[in-house]
Nanobody, 118 residues
Framework: VQLQASGGGLVQPGGSLRLSCAASGITFSIYTMTWYRQAPGKQRELVAS???????NYGDSVKARFTISRDNAKNTAYLQMNSLEPEDTGVYYCNARFRLGGGYNDYWGQGTLVTVSS
């Protein structure tokens, strides 16, 4: 199983980036895909998630600025980030989770760094 996150980089405040998370080795369509981020010195926090049925959920700090989506034909989840702020800086990780019995199948990507700075 591999989750390959990409699309991070340096962007000015107010700018946009689109992150991608390409999955292999799993039946992508049945997994809930979630983006987390971890800023320096802070705990990892949920950014956005999308279920197998395409229901979405967002962290309060990114609502109305970020959009999560998925393309099951490409086994890829996306995070469109607009109106970026310096507080959005951090390493962004993608997660794939499928509930199985009393537990979960849980996989993580390697992270992609987003830096918002002028």
């Amino acid at each position: 199983v591999q989750l390959q996150a990409s699309g991070g980089g340096l962007v000015q405040p107010g700018g946009s980036l689109r992150l991608s998370c390409a999955a292999s080795g799993i039946t992508f369509s049945i997994y809930t895909m979630t983006w987390y981020r971890q800023a320096p010195g802070k705990q990892r926090e949920l950014v956005a998630s999308i279920s197998s049925g395409a229901s979405t959920n967002y962290g309060d700090s990114v609502k109305a600025r970020f959009t999560i989506s998925r393309d099951n034909a490409k086994n890829t989840a996306y995070l469109q980030m607009n109106s970026l702020e310096p507080e959005d800086t951090g390493v962004y990780y993608c997660n794939a989770r499928f509930r199985l019995g009393g537990g979960y199948n849980d996989y993580w990507g390697q992270g992609t760094l987003v830096t918002v700075s002028s």
